[in-house]
C-alpha cells in the first residue's frame, strides 16, 4: 500500500501513518504543512534542483483536493530558523527562487526541529492534520539548545497527543536509522542522492 504526498510516493505500513497522510486528499479538512528544508553549505552543489523540486511539490500540491496552509522554514548554522513562509494557503504560494534560498554554515537539525514544532504548535492550534516534513542532505553538527533525545521526546509528544505526521527526506546518511532516532515512522522515511538526479 503506499500514498502520494506531493511527489514523495511512501510505502504505508504503519495505520497512525496512513490515517496522517491521507488526510492530505481530504475535502473538508484544513492540512498544515511545516517544510524545513536544509540550507547548509553542503546544499549548494544542487542548489538549483533543490528549488525546482520544491516548487514542483507545491505545484502538486496545489492540484489536490481539500485545503493546506503551507509553511516554509530553511535552516543553517548561520541562519539557524528563517520563515519565508508562515501558514500561506497552498494556492497563493509563489514559486520559490534562488533569491529566496541560499546556502552555507553547518546543520543545527535538532535545533531547527524543534523551533519548527513550536511554530507548528502556536499556528497550527488544535488542528490535527500537521504534517512535519524535513529535508536535509547531512547529519546533525551544530545544534545548541536541542539534542536528538529531547527531540524525539517532541516527535513523540506530537504523534500521540495530536495525531502529527512527520516525515524525514534524508540523504548522505542512513535516513531510517537518523529518522528512527528522532520518532519518524519508517513508513515516513525516504532517501535522496544528494545530486540534480536525486
Avoid at 63 to 80: D, R, V
Avoid at 95 to 117: E, K, N, V
Amino acid at each position: 500500500v503506499a500514498h502520494r504526498v506531493g511527489g514523495l510516493r511512501l510505502p504505508l505500513h504503519h495505520s497512525h501513518a496512513h490515517a496522517s497522510l491521507s488526510a492530505v486528499r481530504s475535502h473538508d479538512s484544513v492540512v498544515h504543512c511545516y517544510f524545513l528544508l536544509d540550507s547548509t553549505g553542503s546544499m549548494s552543489g544542487i542548489r538549483d534542483e533543490t528549488i525546482e523540486g520544491f516548487n514542483t511539490y507545491v505545484k502538486e500540491q496545489q492540484g489536490n483536493a481539500g485545503t493546506m496552509k503551507l509553511s516554509l522554514i530553511t535552516f543553517s548554522q548561520c541562519h539557524p530558523f528563517e520563515q519565508l513562509l508562515v501558514s500561506k494557503d497552498i494556492h497563493e504560494v509563489t514559486p520559490l527562487t534562488r533569491a529566496d534560498y541560499q546556502t552555507s554554515c553547518g546543520t543545527p537539525l535538532f535545533d531547527a526541529i524543534a523551533q519548527t514544532i513550536d511554530m507548528a504548535e502556536k499556528t497550527a492550534g488544535d488542528e490535527k492534520d500537521v504534517i512535519v516534513v524535513v529535508m536535509t542532505d547531512g547529519g546533525e553538527n551544530a545544534s545548541r539548545e536541542n539534542d536528538r533525545k529531547s527531540v524525539f521526546a517532541r516527535v513523540e509528544q506530537m504523534k500521540k497527543e495530536r495525531g502529527w505526521t512527520f516525515v524525514f527526506l534524508g540523504a548522505n546518511q542512513d535516513s531510517f536509522a537518523a529518522g528512527g532516532a528522532i520518532g519518524v515512522d519508517r513508513a515516513a522515511t525516504t532517501n535522496w542522492r544528494s545530486d540534480g538526479a536525486g
